[in-house]
C-alpha cells in the first residue's frame, strides 16, 4: 500500500548533538512538508519542498535544515540551534496540480524528546 | 492573512448525542477547506474535503460538514457520538494559488462519555 514512512517512531536528543528524522514516501507526490506540533496546539510548517532539489522555508524553520535529493525523500535535521526541539514531528505530502484543491497525506510521526 | 479558528479546545459529548465542531476561516474566495482527526500518537487522517460544489460533504466515519459562504464556517457534525471517536480534530484551510501550504486550526479534542 502507498503511504508516507517516518522512522524512528521515537527519538533522543543529547544536549549540542544534531539528529535526522527520515520521512520516505511511495505516493509519487511532488511536494513534501514537515511540521511541528506541541501540546494542545496546532501544527506549525517547519519546511516545505514543491520539486527536488529546491525547498522553502516555513514558519519556525530556525534551528532545522531538510534536504530534497530525491523525489521519495524529504529528512528532517534538528541541529544544536534549536533549543526547545521537544515534540511531535509529521511530514505530509501532497500532489501538485493545477488545481489548489488537493489534500496533504500525513505519515504517523517521530516524537523528539530531550536527553 | 488566511487564519482558521476552532471555537472550543475541548468538546464533550456523550456517547449517541450530536457531535458539533466549529470552524471559521477568513479565506479569499474560492476557499478550499478540509478536516482532519488525529487519534494519540499518529499522523493526521483526512475526514473530509470542500473544494467546489455541494456545500454539504460528506466523509468518512460518519462524519460531515456544511460550507456555509455567509457565515465564513465550516462546521463538523456527527448524528451520533461513538466512543471510537474520542481524538483531536483539525479544521484546515488552503492558502496559496499552488494550494500546496494549509493554515491548520489549533484544533479541537473531541471526548466521548459513556
Known amino acids: 500500500d502507498g503511504g508516507i514512512t517516518q522512522s524512528p517512531k521515537y527519538l533522543f536528543r543529547k544536549e549540542g548533538q544534531n539528529v535526522t528524522l527520515s520521512c520516505e514516501q511511495n505516493l509519487n507526490h511532488d511536494a513534501m512538508y514537515w511540521y511541528r506540533q506541541d501540546p494542545g496546539q496546532g501544527l506549525r510548517l517547519i519546511y516545505y519542498?514543491?520539486?527536488?532539489?529546491?525547498?522553502q522555508k516555513g514558519d519556525i524553520a530556525e534551528g532545522y535544515s531538510v534536504s530534497r535529493e530525491k523525489k521519495e525523500s524529504f529528512p528532517l535535521t534538528v541541529t544544536s540551534a534549536q533549543k526547545n526541539p521537544t515534540a511531535f514531528y509529521l511530514c505530509a505530502s501532497s500532489i501538485m496540480t493545477g488545481l489548489s484543491n488537493q489534500p496533504q497525506h500525513f505519515g504517523d510521526g517521530t516524537r523528539l524528546s530531550i536527553l | 492573512a488566511q487564519s482558521v479558528t476552532q471555537l472550543g479546545s475541548h468538546v464533550s459529548v456523550s456517547e449517541g448525542a450530536l457531535v458539533l465542531l466549529r470552524c471559521n476561516y477568513s479565506s479569499s474566495v474560492p476557499p478550499y477547506l478540509f478536516w482532519y482527526v488525529q487519534y494519540p500518537n499518529q499522523g493526521l487522517q483526512l475526514l473530509l474535503k470542500?473544494?467546489?460544489?455541494?456545500?454539504l460533504v460528506k466523509g468518512i466515519n460518519g462524519f460531515e460538514a456544511e460550507f456555509k459562504k455567509s457565515e465564513t464556517s465550516f462546521h463538523l457534525t456527527k448524528p451520533s457520538a461513538h466512543m471510537s471517536d474520542a481524538a483531536e480534530y483539525f479544521c484546515?484551510?488552503?492558502?496559496?494559488?499552488?494550494?500546496?501550504?494549509?493554515?491548520f486550526g489549533p484544533g479541537t479534542r473531541l471526548s466521548v462519555l459513556p
Open positions: 484546515a484551510v488552503i492558502v496559496d494559488n499552488y494550494g500546496q501550504n494549509f493554515v
Open positions: 470542500y473544494t467546489t460544489g455541494a456545500t
Open positions: 519542498s514543491q520539486i527536488v532539489n529546491d525547498f
